[in-house]
Each structure stands twice: as structure tokens, then as C-alpha cells.
């Protein structure tokens, strides 16, 4: 049985990378996948500490996790979509309207 | 239906009818409106005579009632309350009376807008009718604010030149006082329980302090309307600037309206603080009659020289009402009456030399009693009638108040109707100075004035003489025979004066 | 004196056509009057009139048939109210039968008279259309008068004495739109207000007094009240009988009331003579003897009033010798011989009093009368002078007749006696006519007047020598100021062509001065004092109870008439024996100096009263209109203070400050505030979604450093 540091350093370096995206790529697309990876590397810890204390709530979080991904994606993809109709370009550093 | 067909109520609301039936006339079909106005105040006048026959003056109590709940939430008990006793049916009638000769007054006087002045005019008869029928202070206090309204925009809008100011004065002066009025009337409804005013006297156990104060609340807002002394500047404002039948109706009706108050609420309702206020009253009064002759006779506008002689003579009826015995109460009440006909016969006079001449400056006028006979014979009468020329009504009523005053308990010094007394004297001083440069002397200057632009001046014509002749009916009657208009609210004083503790 | 409700015998039922029969003929002419003639009108009036006095014979004769018990007539319950119980009945006794005789004998005379007199009177003074009202207002007095003689109660008798008031007011104002010489002016209006307002300070008095007697006795009719009388203190008879004095002060003329009458003399003379001397004017003389219970109750109200009236007698004669119009003669005179009639009536010599009083109402009508024919006279002789004139006028060149008129209205006064003399040749009958009524008035045996004056004089010697001597001054007096005026009217030479062309008036006007006259011949025969006459006395004892009758005293009779024949001699040296030239003044002007100057001019009593008390009541009334009402009260207190502190309030205080200054200021420094801040903010704000991240993961950081760290 693989102790469960692996999977938490594996959900961690995962997170990490999944910021350094968002943090770094400048196009929409990406961050997208960016956030979709780290909301998978919290999953990953999720499932890993549920089976370790033996308990369903960790997977009953998953479940609620994928959902509100799976909107929040249709939502995203949609604006951006929307955005690219517009701006002809999904790059987010021309999307500065807000700025004060 | 059974509640409308009451008498009183339909003699309060009746010029509603021909309110009605005038928004329906084309503004410009003005002759149908004034016949309507006329007609509507005159059948007025007709079922004020009908509740006339069926009143009873050895009955002391209110009669002809109409009494049903109104407002009874949250332990509220405000009735729709009307009656009539021998305090309230001269001023009804008084009411009833002067209406179509004011209406009939405007006939060519007010040519704008007849159609508003006529609604207004109606509506203001059902509020005075109102005043001296309700019996509930509340509903009291509605009429008493609701005339308000359109007298100011009798005065606002068919004034003179300054009608605005005059009007808002009117309307601000008479507020004021109202207000303290209205919030003793809610004391008393708390306390009471009611606000009905036979329940209240009944009831009657005020503590004296308290009386006090309500006593002066009330006070601050009849006192207003009389208007005492020196309460009075709104009136001159008033008077110069209201049209002819707003002066006749302001100082034949609604003036009554204060002094009716004292008489209706002040003292039966606070008996123990009237009595303590009525050589105070008594002071004011006199000092009410003195000075407004005197700045009668200093005037050189003929509507604010008869203007002040109101203050003059309303100081006559304050002192009558506080002498508190029967003769000064029925004389303040027949003077009420007296003053209502001569000085509204007065307005209603220079309204019609107004008409012609457009001046109301005394010394541009002289001689006229060569030029307009009937016009000038006319106004002696009336003017000796306000000077209290015996077998003239005005003798009467100052006659037995100035007795009643003199042997008051309640007032309780000779000085004050002493004082008053000499008001007779100047009461011939300002009257006869008015008469004297008007009518007697050489031609004034404004006769030729008026003749450059037409055809001179002209005497009475059988309108003016038709509006005039009534009241000069009732003031010979009043002065030779007195008595059925004293039959009618002897026993009511006499019970009021049985209610009063004096010492 | 107790007398019977209900009237059963007699004529006494007819008592109210006394007030009506002249009302009635007042308002024939009042609605019919316009289509009638002067004569129809004339007529109607004093028919009406004469009716009141056919009443007033059978009244009396129905009062002696009864022995002199008083009547009450009652007619109409007037005041009901309370305590108060006040009705219009008629009093019929011996007093008020008097008055009523008096009243309408003299006014139906005076009513015949006028007819002729206003005939001319109104087309003198250019107004013809007023002959109707004149006689409208004339029977409005009769009726007047008769409600004040006939009352049962002090109010009926007041009622009548303003009602009488009114008419003196209405006839001295009868030409108000000009002065006595025709030129448009204020005078005669202003001579008719000024008689009213004098007599309503006496009606003020008249008032007090009878409040007074209502709360202490609770009544108003004479009986009750002098019945009640007795059991009161007489303090309150007193301030009653010396209230009540004001009033006869202000109606018949005495001190210090007078001041009216001398101007009434502006009213047309028939008036003159009927209200202003024979009738209304004696009313404070019928009052006192009325209230004779009253008086005799307290002695020292009766001394003021017994030195009130002869202080008045002398003081109206002295001023009566320096007056130069013929009517201003006869009214100070009037004034004068009401003084002697309030004395004796202050004396208690009640029924010398009454006599006087009738006895004066002839002989005063009778000058008056015979002063108007004067005038009339005088006035026809103008014209004729003035038509000669013109006639030579149109002669030479055809004269327009306006520009003539404008020439005769300058300066003739036909009242003024220094443009008359010698009207003895041209007006005969008059002439001899107002020497009988100069004779009694002067107090010359037989005439009426001497037996009047000298009951007075005589009650004076006995009870007060001051009034005696008083009175006996103002009698020579009498004499005096009388004989200047007949010789200055009536001998000598004419003054003025008026008087020159003057002509004698119409029987119309002459003979009701002729029954007049035998009236002043013969009116003495009334009360003789001798044995066995004392007629009226006796007539009048059944009112007045206890009436002292005294004998001719001759040293009274002697002195009084040797005094009027000394003064009528002195005026004789003075005026008729050099009679006064046209232009001259007056012979006694420079030996009496600055005392005749008093005399000319009133002792200038009118000034006074101006200065003390209607120029300083015109000035407080202005003062108070102007300055207190207006600018302290009306605008300064209720623009100024009031509504300026509204305004002050609502636009300074509240809106300036309280709101401006305060919440809107601290709501607009809230904006500004979080204006400045987000400026600040703002620069956070890149736009970039890679800091925002960035920002987030820097939170994040922040606070699992502060848990781990914790």
C-alpha cells in the first residue's frame, strides 16, 4: 500500500503547477486548465485522506467538487466565448477594463 | 337615505347639490351658474326656515339630532354629530341668510372665474353650517379648518392686489390657533372618552389647572378668529384685500365663528376657568373696543375703517359673553346677529360704490347723498344701525350688554363697562366721519373722475336695492321687536348661565 | 302713584297715534312724496303733525276728566331677557300731556310755517328736490319727540332722546353740501356731526345712569324706580342723578355741552326754532323734572345742577351781546334761558321750570320764526337788488346770466345783522312780531316771559341767593343783548341794499307767528301767581306731588323788570341812539376791549376744546392707526418679528446652517471622502487576472502562514 505522503505530494506538486499556470500563461484557455488542475490535485487529496480515515465524506466533497467544475467550465467557456466574439483574442492581459 | 333626509344634515351638506350640479355647467355659461349658486343658497335658506318651525326654544337640550359612529378604532369614539339649540339658530340662520345676498352681490362684480368662486362659495357655506351645528369636537374641528380652504381662495384669488399676503396671513394667523385647539380637543377625547360636547359638559370634572390650560387653548383659537384684541392684525389684511361677498361672509359668518365658540365650548366645557378668565377677557375686550374705534376713525380706506370697527364691536360681544349673566350673553349673541347684518350691509355698500369708482379712499369721495339718494339714505340706516341708534337693531344688542356687563359678578367691575360705554360715543365719531366725507360736504373729486369715463355715477339699481333690502328689514325688526329673536335663545342662556360657577 | 293697568275710560287708547300719525305722514312722503306737490307735501306733514297734537288735546282733556290719574298706555314688549324687562308704553300724565301739547302745538305751527319757508329757503339755495325730505325728517322729530314725552321707562325716554338727536343731526346737516351762505363747504356737515358726537357725550352720561339704576333698583320704569328710590343709599342717587346731568348737560345745552348749539344754527330756521329752541332742547328740563324724586332725594346734586344752569344762563348771555348774526343771538340766548330752566329745575322749582320751559318754546319760536321772515326778507331783497343790477347790466351789454351768478355769490350774508337797520318801515307786521317776543323774552310785564322768569327768580331768592344773583346778572343781560339786536335790525338806517329792498314775507309765514305771538302775549296766564290761579301748578301737582306755589313777590317782580328796563335803556344809548353805520364796528368793541374780543369770540371755548380734547384725540387716533396698529403691530411686529424670524429661521437658520452648513456638508464630505480614498484604492486595480491571482495566492499564503505559525 502506498503511503498516503505520496498522493498528498503528488496533489501538492500538482496544485503547484496549477497556480504557476494561471500565474504565468496569459492565455485563457490555459488558465482555464490551469484551475481545472488544481481543483483535481484538491480532489487527489480528497480521495487519498478518505481512504486513509476510512471515511465517505472526503469522496462526497469529489463528487460536489466535479460538479461545480463542470459548471463552472460551461460558465467560463461560455464568457470566453463571448470575450473572443468581441476582442478577436483570448489573451487576459487585454481584457484590463476594470482596471480603476 | 334616512340619513341624508335629516334636516340638519341636509341643511349642512345641501349646497353640496348645487356644487354638484355647478361642475357639470360649461365655465362659460355664467349667468346659469350665478341662478344656480343662488337658488342652491336660497333653498338653503328655505330648509334653515324649515328647521326654524320645527325647533323648539323652551327646550334646552339639542334638538333636531342626527348621531351616529364615525371613527371608533382603537378606542376612539368620534361621532358624526349634529344638533341645534338656542345658542346656534340665530348664527344657522344668520348663516343661511347672508349666503344668496352675497352670492347675489357677486352678480357683476366677479366676472372671472365664476365658476370656481361659486363651488368655493358653496363649499364654504357647508363648512360655517357645519361649525355652528356639530356638537362633536372632532367633527368640529373639521369644519372649522375645512372653511378655511375656500375663503382662501375667495381672498387668494378674487382679492386685491395683495391677496396673496392677505390670504396666506388669513390662513397661517387662523392655523396657529387652531392648533393648540386641536390638541386639547384630543386631550379632552382621551379623557373623556368622547368627544361629543353634551357628554363632556356632562361629564365635567376637569381638574381646575388643566381647565385652565384647555381653557386658553381653546382661546388662543377662537380669540384668533373674533379676533380680540390684539390678536387682530390679520383682519385689515383680510378685509381690504377679499372681494365684496368674501368681506360680507369673512365679517358676517366666519367672525361669529370664534366668538360661537366661546360661547358653545369655552364656557360649558371649562365653567371654573372661564369664570376666573373673565375680567381678563373683559380687559381685552374693552380695550379691543376702544382702540379699534379709535383706529377706525384714523383710516382713510373705507374697508379697513369698517374692518376695525369690527374689532370695535366684536370687543361688545367678547364683554357680553364674559359678563356672564342672561343679559350680557343674549345681548353678545344678538349683537353677533347685529353685527353679522349691519357691518355685512356696510361691506356689501361700499362694494357697490367700489364697483362703480374703483377707489375705496374716503377723502376723493363727498356729496354723494346729492348724486345717489337711494344710495345714501340707504347707508345712514345702516350706519346708525352699526352706531346703535336706538329702535335700530345695533341699540339692542349694545344696550344689554353693556347693562349685563355693568352688574357682572363675573367680571366684577363697573370700570370695563364704563370704559366700553364711551365706545359708543366714538363708535358715532368713526361712523359719522366715514358718513360725513362720503355722502355730505361738496362734490368730491371722483365724481367727475367716474364721469370722464362714462356715464357718472349712477344710484342703486334694483339688484343692489334687492341685495340691501332684507338686511335692512331684519335691522328695523331687531331694534323695534327684539323679542322673538330673544324667545328664541332665552332659555338656552339662561340654562348656560345656570352652568357657570360664578362667585 | 299707583294707576290702573288696563285703560278702559277716556281717550287714552289713542295714546300711540302720538308717534304714529307722524310716521304715518312720513312715509306717505317717503313713497308717494315724488309725485306730489310742495303744497300736498307741506300739507300731509303737518296734518300729520296737527293729528299728534289733536292726541295730545284729547289726551289731556281724557286726563282731567279723570282727575289727573296717571295712565299707562302699554303697547309693545320690547327688551325681555333675564331680569331685564323693558316695554314701549305710553305714560300719560299731567308732566308728559305738557310736553305733548308743547311739542305738537309748536311743531304743527312750526310745520304751517315751513311750508311757506322752505318754499323759498330751497330755491335760495338751489336744490328744490329737497322740500320733501325736509318735511320727512320734521315729522321724524315729532315722532321722536313724542316717544321721549310719552315713555313709561327711562329707556323709552332715551330711545326718543337720540331719535331726537338723529333729526337735530339730519336738519342741522340739512344743506350738507354747503355752508349758511350757500358756498359749497364742509361747514354745515361738520356743524351736524359735531351736534350728534356732543350729544352722545351726553348720552354716555344718560347711559351710565341708567345702568346704574337698573342694578339698583332692577327696573327702568319711573314708578318702580322712584318707588325703590327711597331704600338705597343715596351715594347712588347721587352718581344716577349727576350721570344724568351729563346727559341733560349734552341735550339741553349747558355747560360744558353747549358748544353745539350755537353751530345748529346752520340748520334751516323753522328747525332752529322747533328743535333748537322750543322742543328738543328743553328734553334735559323734562328729564330732571321727571326724575324730580329722584333729586329731591339728594340736595347736593340738586346744587350742581341749580349753579350748573345758572352759571350757563350767564355765561350763553355775556357771549350772546357780542354776536353779530341774528340766529347766533337767539341761540346763545336759547342756551342762556336753558340755564334758567335747569337751575329752577336743580332748585326743585319744578313746575317755575316747566312754566319757563312753555312759556320760552312760544316766545323762542316766535324770534326764531320772525328772525327766518328777517332772513327770508333779506334774501328776497338781494334778489331784487341783484336783478336791478342786472337788468342794468343787460342794458348796456347783453349779460350772460352764469357770470351773474357767479358776482351774486360772493359775500351776502342775509343772517348778519350789519347788513340789515331800518327793517321796521320795510317788514312791518314781522317787525312788530318780534318786539313781542323781544318784550318777553326781556321779561317786560305782561308778557310771558315775565311770569315765568320771575317764578324762577323768586324759588332762587329763597332757596339759593348765589343762583339769584347769578340769574338776575344774566336777565340784565337778557334785556341788553335783545334791545342791541332790535335796534340794530330793525331802526336806523338800512346797512345794505338788501335791507334796503327788503320785503315782508306771506300770511303762510306770518300767520303762524301771529298765534305765536298772542301765545307769548297771553302764555303767562297759565301759571299767575295769585290766589286762586297757580294753573299749571295745580295741573302739574298731580305728577309732581308736592309743588310749592308762591305769591308774587314784588321786590323780585321790581327788581328784575327795573333791571330789564335799565339794560334795554343802556342798549338804547348805545345802539339806538346813533345807530350803526354800514362798516362800523360794534360801539362797545374798543371800551370793553379784550372782554367784548372774549365775548365775539365765544370766550373761545370751541379753541379750547380743540386743543384739549379733539385735536389731541385725533392725534392718539392717528398715532395709534399709524404707528401702533400699522407699523409697530401690523408690520414691525408681524413682518419683522414674526415672519422675519420665520424667514430668519427657515432660510438662515435652518437652511443655511443647520442645513447647508451641517448635514449637507457632512454628506458631501462623505462623498469627497470615499472619492479620494478609492482614487487611492483604484491604483490596486491592474485589470490583470494573473495579479489578481497572484493577490489571492499571496492570501492564501498569509493565512496558512498564520495558522501553521500559530
Known sequence: MIPVEYYIILSAILFAIGVAGVLIRRNALIIFMSIELMLNAANLAFVAFSSTLKSFSGQVFVFFVIAVAAAEVAVGLALIVEIFKTKHSIDVDQMSSLKG | MEFLLQPLTLLTFFPLLGVLVILFINAEAKNIIRWVALVTSLLTFGI??????????????????????WITIAGWNIQYFLGIDGLSILLVLLTAFLTPISILSTW?????RVKDFMIFFLLLEVGMMGVFLAQDLFLFYIFWEFTLVPMYFLIGIWGGPRRIYAAIKFFLYTMAGSILMLLAILWLGIYGGTFSVPDLVALGNIPANIQWWLFLAFTAAFAIKVPMWPLHSWLPDAHVEAPTAGSVILAGVLLKMGTYGFVRFNLPLFPEAAVRAAPWIAL????????????????????????????????????????????????????????????????????????????????VYGGLWKITPVFGSIMLIVSLSSMGLPGLNGFVGEFTILLGAFGSQAIGNTAYAIASALGVIMAAVYILYMFQKMFLGPQGEIVDEVKKHGHGLRDLNWREIVTVVPILIFIFWIGLYPKPFFALMAPAVEHLVGMLPIP | MHFSETVNTGFFFLAPWLVFAPVIGLLINIIFGGRFSEKVIGTIASLASGASFVVSVLLAWSLAAGHGEAVTVPFLEWIHIGSLEL?????????????????????????????????????????????????????????????????????????????VGLCSFLLIGFWYDMDTLGRPSWANSNAAKKAFVTNRVGDFGFLIAAFIMFWAFRSFQFDEVFEAAHAVAPGVIVAITLFMLV?????????????????????PTPVSALIHAATMVTAGVYLITRSAELYTL??????????????????????????????????????????????????????????????????????????????????????????????????????????????????????????????????????????????????????????????????AKLHYPAVYVLLSIAAFFTAFYMGRQVWMVFFGEPRHEAAAHAEESKPIITAPLMVLAALSLLGGALNLPFEGFHQLGHWLEYTLREVEALPLNLQVAGISTLLALFAIFLSWLIYGRNPLKAGQSDPLKKPLGFLFTGMENKWFVDEGYYAVIINPFKKLSYFLADVVDWRFWHDWFHETVIAGTYNWLSNTALNLYADQKGIDAFANWLGTATQSLSATLRKVQNGFVRSYALSVLLGVVLILGYLIVK
Open chain 2, 108 to 112: 357683476t362684480a366677479i366676472e372671472e
Open chain 3, 87 to 163: 316695554d314701549w308704553a305710553f305714560r300719560v300724565d299731567s308732566l308728559s300731556t305738557t310736553m305733548m301739547l308743547v311739542v305738537s302745538g309748536v311743531g304743527t305751527l312750526i310745520h304751517i310755517y315751513a311750508i311757506g319757508y322752505m318754499h323759498e329757503d330751497v330755491r335760495f339755495k338751489g336744490d328744490p328736490g329737497r322740500f320733501r325730505r325736509f318735511f320727512v325728517f320734521l315729522n321724524l322729530f315729532i315722532a321722536m319727540m313724542m316717544i321721549l314725552v310719552s315713555g313709561d321707562s327711562y329707556l323709552m325716554l332715551f330711545v326718543g332722546w337720540e331719535g
Open chain 3, 247 to 267: 346727559g341733560v348737560a349734552g341735550k339741553s345745552a349747558q355747560i360744558p355741552l353747549y358748544v353745539w348749539l350755537p353751530d345748529a344754527m346752520a340748520g
Open chain 2, 284 to 363: 381685552f375686550a374693552t380695550i379691543g373696543i376702544l382702540y379699534g374705534a379709535m383706529v377706525s376713525y384714523a383710516q382713510k380706506d373705507v374697508k379697513k375703517l369698517v374692518a376695525y370697527s369690527s374689532v370695535s364691536h366684536l370687543g361688545f360681544v367678547m364683554l357680553g359673553l364674559f359678563a356672564m349673566n342672561p343679559q350680557g350673553i343674549a345681548g353678545a349673541i344678538l349683537q353677533m346677529i347685529n353685527h353679522g347684518l349691519s357691518t355685512g350691509a356696510l361691506f356689501l355698500l361700499v362694494g357697490m360704490i367700489y364697483e362703480q369708482t374703483h377707489t375705496r379712499e374716503i377723502k
Open chain 3, 298 to 459: 339728594v340736595p347736593q346734586a340738586q346744587y350742581i345742577v341749580a349753579m350748573t344752569g345758572a352759571i350757563t344762563a350767564l355765561f350763553a348771555a355775556t357771549i350772546a351781546v357780542g354776536q353779530y348774526d341774528i340766529k347766533k343771538v337767539l341761540a346763545y340766548s336759547t342756551i342762556s334761558q336753558l340755564g334758567f330752566m335747569v337751575a329752577a329745575v336743580g332748585m326743585g322749582a319744578f313746575v317755575a321750570g316747566m312754566f319757563h320751559l312753555v312759556t320760552h318754546a312760544f316766545f323762542k319760536a316766535l324770534l326764531f320764526l320772525s328772525a327766518g321772515s328777517v332772513i327770508l326778507g333779506l334774501e328776497r331783497g338781494h334778489h331784487h337788488a341783484e336783478h336791478a343790477h342786472h337788468d342794468d347790466h343787460s342794458k348796456g351789454k347783453k349779460g350772460k346770466k352764469t357770470e351773474h351768478r357767479e358776482e351774486h355769490h360772493e359775500v351776502f350774508d342775509p343772517g348778519d345783522m350789519r347788513n340789515m337797520g331800518g327793517l321796521r318801515k320795510t317788514m312791518p307786521v314781522t317787525f312788530w312780531l318780534y318786539m313781542i317776543g323781544t318784550l318777553a323774552l326781556a321779561g317786560i310785564v305782561p308778557f310771558a316771559g315775565f311770569w315765568s322768569k320771575d317764578e324762577i327768580l323768586l324759588d
Open chain 2, 48 to 69: 334653515s326656515l324649515w328647521v326654524l318651525a320645527m325647533f323648539d326654544a323652551s327646550n334646552v337640550n339639542l334638538q333636531l339630532v342626527a348621531r351616529y359612529d
